[in-house]
């Protein structure tokens, strides 16, 4: 049974500063892995999708990565801004879309 | 991309009453997907609905808990029967959309559930 797992649950950083967010999956035969940011009232949007051939996806000041034989995925976010402040989720798709619990970002102005 | 316009956003509800969400997408989809948040954990899947047949679910979930509609290629209703406090939880209906081969997910805003 694949098991997603983020790492920190939570993390405040200061304005401006570079972070990483971590996600590990225990079945490493995915098909594609999916970076979600959720907004309090707000659904889900969808920031990156790394399929299983690729190692990595950048869209803006974001940037993931994928080592499937190590079961992890890394966001990186540079110069992180207040309007950072959300929950990142982590999911994988192998039979099923299978979801880890999130990290919740605050970015301190 | 898809646009999914979810209602309601959120409800506060009495324990025994039922809830329908209901979920319009600005495009045709073969799948529409319904998912439960209950507090700090992660998204599972209730059930997949599909125009024109039955909706399929996941386990743990039940069509007389849970039942789904799917009229058209555009809409979705989820309907939480007899609800309990158990219940409370945020809802979130989804389809999958982009080009083929790169398919993501896009979401609703989520409904809120709260039940006394």
């Known amino acids: 049974k694949q098991e997603v797992t983020q790492i920190p649950a939570a993390l405040s950083v200061p304005e401006g500063e570079n972070l990483v967010l971590n996600c590990s999956f225990t079945d490493s035969a995915i098909y594609n892995l999916q970076w979600f940011r959720q907004d309090p009232g707000k659904g889900l949007t969808s920031l990156l999708l790394?399929?299983?051939?690729?190692r990595e996806q950048t869209s803006g000041r974001l940037n993931a990565s994928l080592d499937k034989s190590s079961g992890r995925s890394t966001l990186y976010i540079a110069a992180s801004q207040p309007g950072d402040s959300a929950t990142y989720l982590c999911?994988?798709?192998?039979?099923?879309?299978?979801f880890g619990k999130g990290t919740k970002l605050t970015v301190n102005p | 991309s898809a646009v999914i316009s979810q209602k309601p956003s959120r409800d506060i509800c009495q324990r025994g009453t039922s809830l329908t969400i209901q979920c319009q997408v600005d495009?045709?989809?073969?799948?529409m997907f319904w998912y439960r948040q209950q507090p700090g954990q992660s998204l599972t899947l209730i059930a997949t609905?599909?125009?024109?047949?039955?909706?399929?679910?996941e386990s743990g979930f039940v069509i007389d808990k849970f039942p789904i509609s799917r009229p058209n290629l555009t809409f979705s209703t989820l309907t939480v029967s007899n609800m309990s406090p158990e219940d409370s939880s945020i809802y979130l209906c989804?389809?999958?959309?982009?080009?083929?081969?790169?398919?993501?997910?896009?979401f609703g805003s989520g409904t809120q559930l709260s039940v006394l």
């Open positions: 495009s045709q989809v073969t799948m």
């Open positions: 790394i399929q299983s051939s690729q």
């Open positions: 609905a599909n125009q024109g047949s039955e909706a399929t679910y």
């Open positions: 989804s389809v999958e959309g982009g080009l083929v081969g790169n398919e993501k997910l896009f």
């Open positions: 999911a994988v798709v192998t039979e099923k879309l299978v």
